[in-house]
């Protein structure tokens, strides 16, 4: 009887260690599992993706590339990654509207391949979808450029004017100055002309600014653009 026993146990151990493990889960919930891994840690993504048939399935759906923790990744990284595997990962989050992703390929667009049109227009996707470093880099360029129209002057005026409502002016100042120092610093972007002036007939600091140390009384979004633009290009050219 106890051999018997013994066998039927054997039996039962084997049955459950072979069980098809598509069948133990939904679908639905292991492409969460895969997002809450690629939202915690690229590296985890991987190394998920890599382990098996199913969890490869699970983790090549565009709701995975869009959750992917790409903002790890520097700003400048694709000085790193330029014609390896990596940045066809970093092309394919951008296409899911992966808004890290999407500002470091129109970076790399715009300073490393010089598309400059292309690189402007994916940076302004990032901008319109809310992530505020591409809204700082985008009014940046597009106020700066030597042949923008009247519509990239109201979208630099709006990107910027959201970075202000952001308390975000400094933060993203301090970040792109920290990436313009870096090692690919002599590529430069279109050269500009002189920045935009304020437009508005009421301004009471319109064309007085100059290098005002205290911003505090200024209210005028186009004046503090103008001044942040002028900040932005000397950090550029230094």
Same mark, same amino acid.
């Given at each position: 009887?106890?051999?018997?026993?013994q066998k039927g146990k054997t039996k039962?151990?084997?049955?459950?260690?072979?069980?098809?493990? *598509?069948?133990?889960? *939904?679908?639905?919930?292991?492409?969460?599992?895969?997002?809450?891994?690629?939202?915690?840690?690229?590296?985890?993504?991987?190394?998920?993706k890599a382990s098996c048939r199913l969890?490869?399935?699970?983790?090549?759906?565009?709701?995975? !590339?869009?959750?992917?923790?790409?903002?790890?990744?520097?700003?400048?990284?694709?000085?790193? !990654?330029?014609?390896?595997?990596?940045?066809?990962?970093?092309?394919?989050?951008? =296409? =899911?509207?992966?808004?890290?992703?999407?500002?470091?390929?129109?970076?790399?667009?715009?300073?490393?391949?010089?598309?400059?049109?292309?690189?402007?227009?994916?940076? =302004? %996707?990032?901008?319109?979808?809310?992530?505020?470093?591409?809204?700082?880099?985008?009014?940046?360029?597009?106020?700066?450029?030597?042949?923008?129209?009247?519509?990239?002057?109201?979208?630099?005026?709006?990107?910027?004017?959201?970075?202000?409502?952001?308390?975000?002016?400094?933060?993203?100042?301090?970040?792109? =100055?920290?990436?313009?120092?870096?090692?690919?610093?002599?590529?430069?972007?279109?050269? *500009?002309?002189?920045? %935009?002036?304020?437009?508005?007939?009421?301004?009471?600091?319109?064309?007085?600014?100059?290098?005002?140390?205290?911003?505090?009384?200024?209210?005028?979004?186009?004046?503090?653009?103008?001044?942040?633009?002028?900040?932005?290009?000397?950090?550029? !050219? %230094?």
């Open positions: 009887m106890a051999g018997s026993s039962l151990d084997v049955s459950v260690q072979h069980e098809c493990p *598509p069948n133990l889960l *939904p679908r639905e919930i292991w492409s969460s599992i895969a997002i809450m891994v690629a939202s915690n840690s690229i590296q985890d993504q991987f190394n998920m969890f490869a399935s699970a983790c090549n759906s565009d709701a995975v !590339y869009r959750y992917s923790l790409v903002s790890m990744l520097p700003i400048s990284c694709f000085l790193d !990654y330029s014609g390896r595997p990596a940045m066809t990962f970093l092309r394919r989050c951008a =296409t =899911t509207q992966n808004l890290a992703a999407l500002l470091r390929v129109g970076m790399a667009h715009l300073f490393w391949c010089g598309h400059r049109r292309g690189g402007i227009q994916t940076l =302004t %996707v990032a901008a319109e979808l809310g992530d505020v470093e591409a809204c700082y880099i985008s009014a940046m360029l597009l106020l700066s450029l030597g042949d923008k129209d009247e519509d990239e002057i109201c979208h630099g005026f709006e990107f910027f004017g959201l970075v202000r409502e952001s308390s975000a002016v400094e933060s993203c100042r301090e970040v792109f =100055t920290q990436v313009f120092m870096g090692p690919w610093s002599e590529i430069p972007p279109a050269v *500009p002309e002189e920045p %935009v002036s304020c437009r508005s007939s009421s301004c009471r600091t319109r064309g007085t600014m100059e290098d005002a140390s205290d911003l505090s009384s200024v209210s005028c979004v186009q004046c503090l653009a103008e001044y942040e633009v002028r900040k932005f290009l000397g950090t550029v !050219y %230094v």
